[in-house]
T-cell receptor
Framework: GEDVEQSLFLSVREGDSSVINCTYT??????LYWYKQEPGAGLQLLTY?????DMKQDQRLTVLLNKKDKHLSLRIADTQTGDSAIYFC?????????????FGTGTQLKVEL | GAGVSQSPSNKVTEKGKDVELRCDPI?????LYWYRQSLGQGLEFLIY????????KSGLPSDRFSAERTGGSVSTLTIQRTQQEDSAVYLC??????????????FGPGTRLTVT
């Protein structure tokens, strides 16, 4: 079935690295995504990874995918106060036409000075 | 357009009234999605349009919910006889289509619906 889980909260100090974790259950997932949602705003696509990759780096963001364990993580290097937001992981699977996304419940990242 | 736009940004309605929420996708995007985000919960898929194909309505929670997409562009989500549990942020997204590709979905700012 489709189930994507994330921890609800993460608190880090400015300048430290943040690691946000996500687990999913559908092994047929083709793409996995990370979205950021700031208060009162819509979702902003941060990055995505294709299922045949195990790592993708984009500036301060590093995505790691362990397909065997169905585990996805987002590492934010040198975390800044502007990174405070809710982060959602999402998976796209071939079922149902293959285009709808299943989202996790979101991880609220709080960056403290 | 530059991005996905939605209107209104906020809507307060009385229980039992009908509401219409509008979404303008990114120009050229053939796929359009509606999601619902309730307080403290993740995003719940509602409905998906792809070109001229029949929409995927598998996420609509009841027959009070319906959506249309006219001319392959603008979409309207209609909720009839609103209930308090319909209060949520309704998000629209669009993506380019194709046989292959990452199908990145780009989201609008959402419509916050409050049913009193």
């Amino acid at each position: 079935g489709e189930d994507v889980e994330q921890s609800l909260f993460l608190s880090v100090r400015e300048g430290d690295s943040s690691v946000i974790n996500c687990t999913y259950t559908d092994s047929s997932s083709t793409y996995l995504y990370w979205y950021k949602q700031e208060p009162g705003a819509g979702l902003q696509l941060l990055t995505y990874i294709f299922s045949n990759m195990d790592m993708k780096q984009d500036q301060r963001l590093t995505v790691l995918l362990n397909k065997k364990d169905k585990h996805l993580s987002l590492r934010i290097a040198d975390t800044q106060t502007g990174d405070s937001a809710i982060y959602f992981c999402a998976e796209r699977t071939p079922r149902g036409g293959g285009n709808k996304l299943t989202f996790g419940t979101g991880t609220q990242l709080k960056v403290e000075l | 357009g530059a991005g996905v736009s939605q209107s209104p940004s906020n809507k307060v309605t009385e229980k039992g009234k009908d509401v219409e929420l509008r979404c303008d996708p990114i120009s050229g995007h053939t796929a359009l999605y509606w999601y619902r985000q309730s307080l403290g919960q993740g995003l719940e898929f509602l409905i998906y349009f792809q070109g001229n194909s029949a929409p995927d309505k598998s996420g609509l929670p009841s027959d009070r919910f319906s959506a249309e997409r006219t001319g392959g562009s603008v979409s309207t989500l209609t909720i009839q006889r609103t209930q308090q549990e319909d209060s949520a942020v309704y998000l629209c997204a669009s993506s380019a289509s194709g046989r292959a590709g990452s199908y990145e979905q780009y989201f609008g700012p959402g419509t916050r619906l409050t049913v009193t």
